[in-house]
């Protein structure tokens, strides 16, 4: 089974777009919207502190009735943020996604984030794992 490290070299993009404590939701929804990712990693200097993602736009602000413009995203981030190594392999991060409800992985090496995983990330690579199985034994098959 691969690993996160194998799952960030095989991404088109290795670069992670992150947000600050201090910024508005509405800044955050912007980069979201730029960059087409549905959340962004919430940094201080080197340290990551939690994670915001539409979904949590829409139950701390939409819900609440509370504006995106004055609200700064330490306010409504998901904190802490649970977080994977590279080592780590695609079942583990598949099992922490599916028993904490996650749609998105920051990956850290010694403290640095290094890269985020979507579940997307992870269905594609199962895919392409499952495909390449399926191939092979087709192969075996036919004696090839």
């Keep these: 089974m691969n690993t996160v490290a194998h799952i960030l070299a095989a991404k088109a993009s290795r670069h992670?777009?992150?947000?600050?404590?201090?910024?508005?939701?509405l800044t955050a929804l912007q980069v979201m919207a730029e960059n087409?990712?549905?959340?962004l990693p919430v940094i201080d200097g080197d340290q990551l502190l939690g994670i915001v993602s539409e979904r949590d736009y829409a139950r701390r602000i939409i819900l609440q009735g509370r504006s995106s413009v004055g609200t700064?995203?330490?306010a409504i981030m998901s904190a802490p943020v649970v977080?994977?190594?590279?080592?780590?392999d695609l079942r583990a991060c598949m099992?922490?996604?599916t028993e904490r409800k996650l749609r998105h992985l920051p990956?850290?090496?010694?403290?640095?984030?290094?890269?985020?995983l979507s579940i997307g990330d992870l269905v594609k690579e199962?895919?392409?794992?499952?495909?390449?199985l399926i191939n092979q034994l087709e192969q075996y098959i036919r004696g090839e």
């Design 107 to 116: 990956v850290v090496d010694g403290g640095r984030l290094i890269g985020l």
């Design 16 to 25: 992670v777009h992150t947000i600050g404590p201090e910024d508005t939701v």
């Design 36 to 39: 087409n990712v549905g959340a």
């Design 72 to 74: 700064p995203v330490k």
């Design 95 to 97: 099992e922490l996604m």
């Design 126 to 132: 199962v895919i392409a794992e499952k495909d390449g």
């Design 83 to 88: 977080t994977v190594e590279p080592r780590q």
